[in-house]
């Protein structure tokens, strides 16, 4: 499956009612911190039924789903991610972790991190040099700071 059919997908299911509330919700207005994100109108648990039927795509395509200006697209990439490294072996994993980490500046409101940060960055720094998650919490990136954060559930999780 491609980018492109996935995102002709989610425009199928696009709601305009939807994507007005999710914009006042994520506070996107000018200066507030989701500023100019944008929003198709879909709510998370068709993203997830969604990610199920999309298991398959190309990492490519998932990575060009995370680039997307839609809100929406980045949190279906992010959750075909987080099932892609929940089978990975540990060389994907350092991978799909890397990719993570370059790609932060898509990874930019609050739903998108905390739905992510814990089984990603989380779960890999917890068996890892931790030395990424202090450059993260010392980051001028508000979201990069809460990925910091967030990645440590992880680590309260496992004791």
Request: aromatic share 12%; net charge neutral.
């Amino acid at each position: 499956m491609t980018a492109l059919l996935i995102q002709s997908r989610l425009e199928e299911l696009s709601d305009p009612a939807e994507a007005l509330f999710a914009q006042r919700f994520f506070k996107t207005a000018p200066g507030e911190y989701g500023e100019g994100d944008i929003f198709r109108g879909i709510r998370v648990p068709v993203l997830r039924k969604l990610s199920k039927a999309f298991q398959e795509t190309p990492l490519t395509e998932v990575l060009g789903l995370l680039g997307s200006c839609f809100h929406e697209d980045r949190l279906l990439a992010l959750l075909l991610l987080l099932h892609r490294y929940a089978l990975a072996d540990a060389g994907e994993r350092e991978r799909l972790f890397e990719l993570y980490l370059a790609n932060t500046r898509f990874i930019n409101n609050w739903d998108l991190v905390d739905i992510s940060a814990p089984h990603i960055p989380g779960r890999f720094l917890y068996e890892h040099e931790r030395t990424p998650l202090y450059r993260l919490a010392g980051s001028h990136s508000l979201w990069e700071r809460r990925i910091a954060v967030i990645a440590t559930f992880y680590f309260i999780r496992r004791g």
